[in-house]
């Protein structure tokens, strides 16, 4: 499957990650785009996060290469320190586009961090590239790291519609965990945002789907 995320093979100007250097301009969909529901209702978020990223501590689940979003996040503040970077595949380390100093080679399943650490939880096409992930302990793991009121954002891409055919039935499974409301109450979370848009002005023929949990505070 071809995208413009780090694993795929095209780039275009919403993805600097090929070329080796943060740049605001992987972040304009996110906080620009004003057509879709999905990024309306995004942006404010975003823009929030941006604003107070500095201090605070994220981590990336199944990061392959890497993250544009998370490479941005660099640009405006976020602390390379407070950065961890996780996946199963040690080869997704070997080389660096960004700096990624807290590198952890593990399941997602089972999380090698105490309760209550990061502000922020972040998985780019989890589900799309780990056919077999249990992804409702996943989301279980994700809520226990969280802090209380953290967020887990979470995208998955599609070149065109016709790919969400094609996918296996335990795929299809996980997507279906995610959107039971009752299941995610039982876990901890509280779902802010479940969109999708397809064929931007600005990205062309590309679905994105997008889905903002916050773990309740008590």
């Known amino acids: 499957m071809k995208s413009n995320s780090p694993s795929g093979e095209k780039t275009s100007e919403f993805s600097s990650?090929?070329?080796?250097?943060?740049?605001?301009?992987?972040l304009l969909m996110y906080l620009e785009e004003k057509q879709h529901n999905a990024i309306t209702k995004l942006n404010p978020l975003i823009?929030?996060?941006?604003?107070?990223?500095?201090?605070?501590?994220?981590l990336d689940i199944g990061c392959g290469i890497g993250s544009v979003l998370c490479q941005g996040l660099i640009y405006y503040g976020l602390n390379p320190k407070n950065l961890y970077s996780l996946d199963q595949d040690p080869k997704n380390f070997e080389n660096d586009e960004y700096s990624r100093e807290n590198k952890v080679?593990?399941?997602?399943?089972?999380?090698?961090?105490?309760?209550?650490?990061?502000?922020?939880?972040?998985?780019?096409?989890?589900?799309?590239?780990?056919?077999?992930?249990?992804?409702?302990?996943?989301?279980?793991?994700?809520?226990?790291?969280?802090?209380?009121?953290?967020f887990y954002i979470a995208n998955e891409h599609f070149d065109q519609v016709e790919e969400m055919k094609k996918i296996n039935e335990n795929i299809k499974n996980n997507f279906?965990?995610?959107?039971?409301?009752?299941?995610?109450?039982?876990?901890?979370?509280?779902?802010?945002?479940?969109?999708?848009y397809l064929d931007s002005p600005k990205i062309?023929?590309?679905?994105?789907?997008f889905y903002l949990f916050q773990k309740k505070s008590s």
């Open 17 to 26: 990650f090929h070329r080796g250097i943060p740049n605001p301009n992987i």
């Open 176 to 196: 279906k965990e995610i959107i039971k409301n009752k299941n995610l109450a039982s876990i901890g979370f509280k779902p802010l945002i479940r969109a999708k």
């Open 204 to 209: 062309g023929k590309y679905q994105f789907i």
């Open 47 to 58: 823009k929030d996060l941006i604003k107070n990223i500095k201090n605070k501590k994220l």
């Open 105 to 150: 080679v593990c399941k997602a399943e089972n999380l090698p961090f105490e309760s209550n650490f990061f502000d922020v939880v972040h998985s780019n096409e989890l589900t799309l590239d780990n056919p077999d992930l249990d992804y409702l302990k996943v989301l279980k793991e994700i809520c226990r790291v969280l802090k209380p009121n953290g």
